[in-house]
């Protein structure tokens, strides 16, 4: 593996019954790097999106991180992982209903033992750094949608991981709340000096990254792997 490589994704295969999802799959991305993975609806960049981040596992081929192979760990090691070095930022933010924002952005942190005080303390810092810190307080229920993707996206980045995933960061928000959303987390990942993986359909999303890769039917046709 090219010691270059922050995330490598060699021969990556994946189906659903009959249908193939990932086809043969190469990746290559450098620490730091910002790349977006586009194309149409159904065409695998979400499943694409899960097992480079070890939340799914391929049928066939390999994911490697930081050096070290990725698909083949037990699912508390990726979990940990995705606590520590790996943040991951859905659609939908995925946060948890019951608790206040500010714990939601915690949670990375007090799954790692770190204690509550420091951990809240983070957490409010984060949001603040948002623009959202005064929805500390408030469950994710009354928050707007452009709200609880600040907040997801602060519970995202509070770890300093080496590599973000996003899929479809603006999908769900109306346009200046997706332009501030995606601006702020681009800012962050650059000053954390965090690799980004950006899946999406949208041109203007698309248009933050280092460099494109489109797929199609499960693959990037023609893609050539950086050396």
């Known amino acids: 593996m090219n ?53 799914g ?20 090691v990726r979990a940990r992982l995705r606590r520590t070095e790996i943040g991951v930022l859905l659609q939908h933010g995925q946060l948890v209903p019951e608790l206040p924002a500010a714990e939601n952005v915690a949670l990375p942190l007090l799954l790692g033992g770190a204690r509550r005080a420091g951990a809240l303390r983070a957490a409010g810092e984060w949001l603040d750094r948002f623009g959202v810190g005064e929805v500390a307080a408030l469950r994710p229920g009354e928050l707007s949608g452009g709200q609880q993707q600040r907040v997801a996206l602060a519970r995202a980045l509070i770890t300093s991981p080496r590599l973000l995933f996003a899929d479809e960061p603006t999908g769900s928000l109306d346009s200046v709340a997706g332009e501030a959303v995606l601006r702020a987390m681009m800012t962050a990942a650059r000053d954390l000096s965090t690799a980004v993986v950006l899946v999406t359909h949208d041109a203007t999303v698309a248009a933050y990254a280092d460099r494109e890769l489109h797929m199609r039917d499960g693959a990037f046709p023609g893609q050539v792997v950086p050396a």
């Open 3 to 55: 010691g270059m490589s922050l995330l490598e994704a060699r021969r990556v295969t994946k189906a659903y019954g009959r249908t193939t999802a990932l086809d043969a799959v190469d990746l290559r991305l450098g620490a730091g790097e910002v790349v977006a993975i586009t194309g149409a609806s159904g065409c695998g960049k979400s499943t694409l999106l899960m097992c480079l981040s070890g939340i």
């Open 57 to 76: 596992v391929p049928d066939s081929g390999e994911v490697w991180f930081a050096g070290a192979r990725l698909d083949d760990r037990p699912e508390s």
